[in-house]
């Protein structure tokens, strides 16, 4: 049984189609704001809102005992919450730690639309980034 199944199993369809809808907006959205960390005007609300995804993800996943993905947004959101309280811009290697991050969470939402078993989280996204920027 495929995770998509899984969750279709075990909670009523509207909660499921509901999450699968929001979770592909986020997922889709991830990048831009990443992208966008480097630019000192849309740093600020690029970070917050990053923030606000990966805490939505958070909940809704763990929620629905998604476990891998609350535990990986969890992570991350810790991150971002250092970020947060930076100044711009974040240094390369945070912004492609973030790139394989947001390229984890659209594994998963290929995985789920093809009612796959979830892909295994990456044990190279679990290494923190120097999150100072080197200029």
């Given at each position: 049984m495929g995770a998509k199944s899984e969750l279709e199993?075990?909670?009523?369809y509207e909660i499921v189609d509901e999450f699968l809808d929001?979770?592909?907006m986020m997922v889709e959205s991830m990048e831009?704001?990443?992208?966008?960390?480097?630019?000192?005007?849309m740093y600020a609300r690029s970070v917050n809102?990053?923030?606000?995804v990966f805490h939505n993800i958070k909940s809704a996943s763990s929620y629905?005992?998604?476990t891998p993905m609350s535990k990986l947004a969890a992570f991350v959101e810790d991150e971002l919450e250092a970020l947060r309280n930076m100044e711009p811009p974040i240094s390369e290697e945070?912004?492609?730690?973030?790139?394989?991050?947001?390229?984890m969470f659209a594994t998963w939402q290929d995985d789920l639309?093809?009612?796959n078993e979830l892909s295994k989280i990456q044990f190279s996204?679990?290494?923190?980034?120097d999150l100072e920027s080197k200029l």
């Open positions: 199993a075990n909670f009523d929001h979770y592909s831009v704001m990443i992208i966008d960390l480097s630019k000192p005007n809102e990053l923030f606000r629905l005992k998604l945070t912004t492609n730690w973030l790139l394989a991050i947001s390229d639309k093809e009612d996204l679990l290494k923190i980034p």
